[in-house]
């Protein structure tokens, strides 16, 4: 099959998106597909790439400086055709649509062409971080819209799934979580300093909406070393808001460096509420880390049952420390290690890649002898 992303984020970004994107081409490729990926552009990146069959298009965007860190949105412009028609893709599947997206929906239905869709961002709730609160529902119409439009709309939890149904999105389809089991395991603990502090972990972006701000009481802990890593729109006013205490920025890691921090680690905190689903918390539970996470929805489905997690009440982050001292209480080190990891046994990238290439068959194979008066879900 030939199939083409139309994505709002690519690398260099890093990101549970990207992750996935990623994991599922890796898949794809593996198997004989040809892939493009058509992605808005980003300084320093080259406009187009070849990686064997692997085709990348980089379209023009734009920036809001106060809106997500600057990041670039793809235009919905002809450009995005001019990139989808020479590659003649079996399906199209357009990730988180919003901007670049529109187009890239527009075009599938215009060439009577199979359109899959996938939800990773809640934009709309995004939205309350950066002043934009009061444009949720204009966002929303514009999500199920673009949603409403595609053959199968893919989600990657239960709590998306019931947002959809909230906005009367059709054709949804829960999409198996996935984590890389062969990267991310349990080692590298005797790596650390025996210094006796707690080594408490957050691996994720830096801006407002991840509300990082919750981990204060836990970094002026005299017995806690709160590993930062990642970075973003906020992480100079993170820095300032956290000197003198035990917080340590490292910065922004990929592969293998970030699977040893997390392998460092003797639990890992997560502080979001506006996540669909929190890749993080799977790599963590997978390198054998126990977990502390303020309770949301999607930190809920993840963690509800597991034994060495526990969650944080959104107006209580003083409770950090005393819930990472519960989990550490619970048996030994190599018993947390095996029950963190034993949630994330099942969640590997080959079974969620395997289940999207037998939605992308469903779709393509009779593809050809569909009847060709079909009309799009936009109009």
């Known amino acids: 099959m030939r199939i083409a992303y139309v994505s709002e984020v690519w690398e260099p970004a890093i990101n549970g998106v990207v992750t996935r994107l990623r994991s599922t081409i890796d898949g794809l490729l593996a198997a004989g597909h040809?892939?493009?990926?058509?992605?808005?552009?980003?300084?320093?990146?080259?406009?187009?790439?070849?990686?064997?069959?692997?085709?990348?298009?980089?379209?023009p965007a734009f920036r809001v400086s106060w809106v997500y860190g600057g990041q670039p949105w793809g235009l919905p412009s002809p450009a995005v055709g001019r990139a989808l028609a020479p590659f003649a893709p079996d399906l199209v599947h357009v990730v988180s649509p919003f901007t670049i997206g529109i187009a890239g929906v527009l075009w599938a239905k215009r060439h009577r062409v199979p359109l899959v869709a996938s939800f990773h961002t809640d934009i709309a709730l995004y939205a309350g971080s950066y002043?934009?609160?009061?444009?949720?529902?204009?966002?929303?119409?514009?999500?199920?819209?673009l949603h409403n439009a595609a053959a199968v709309?893919?989600?990657?939890?239960?709590?998306s799934r019931q947002l959809f149904a909230e906005h009367r999105v059709r054709n949804v389809v829960l999409w198996r979580?996935?984590?890389?089991?062969?990267?991310?395991?349990?080692?590298g603990r005797e790596a650390r300093p025996d210094n006796g502090r707690?080594?408490?972990?957050?691996?994720?972006?830096?801006?407002?909406?991840?509300?990082?701000?919750?981990?204060?009481p836990l970094a002026r802990s005299a017995d806690v070393e709160l590993r930062i890593v990642g970075d973003g729109p906020d992480r100079v006013a993170l820095e300032a808001a956290f000197a003198g205490t035990g917080a340590v920025f490292v910065g922004p890691l990929r592969g293998d460096d970030v699977a040893r921090e997390y392998q460092r680690a003797d639990a890992f905190v997560f502080t979001s509420t506006t996540e669909?689903?929190?890749?993080?918390?799977?790599?963590?539970?997978?390198?054998?880390?126990?977990?502390?996470?303020?309770?949301?929805?999607a930190s809920r489905e993840l963690l509800a049952h597991v034994p060495v997690a526990r969650l944080v009440p959104t107006d209580a982050p003083e409770r950090f420390r005393p819930l990472i001292d519960e989990v550490l209480a619970v048996g030994d080190p190599a018993e947390r290690s095996r029950l963190a990891r034993r949630e994330a046994l099942e969640w590997g990238w080959s079974g969620a890649t395997e289940q999207v290439i037998d939605i992308y068959r469903g779709l393509v194979q009779p593809a050809s002898t569909a009847d060709p008066s079909r009309t799009s879900a936009l109009q």
């Open 153 to 159: 709309n893919l989600v990657t939890s239960e709590h």
């Open 34 to 59: 040809e892939v493009l990926v058509v992605a808005p552009r980003m300084p320093g990146a080259p406009h187009h790439e070849q990686e064997g069959r692997l085709r990348i298009v980089r379209v």
């Open 276 to 297: 669909t689903l929190g890749l993080v918390l799977i790599e963590a539970m997978a390198c054998g880390v126990p977990v502390v996470a303020v309770d949301s929805p």
């Open 198 to 216: 707690i080594v408490a972990l957050y691996v994720g972006r830096l801006a407002d909406e991840k509300g990082l701000r919750r981990l204060l």
């Open 177 to 187: 979580r996935g984590v890389d089991l062969e990267r991310f395991q349990p080692g």
């Open 131 to 145: 002043h934009l609160g009061w444009s949720r529902p204009i966002i929303w119409r514009i999500i199920a819209a």
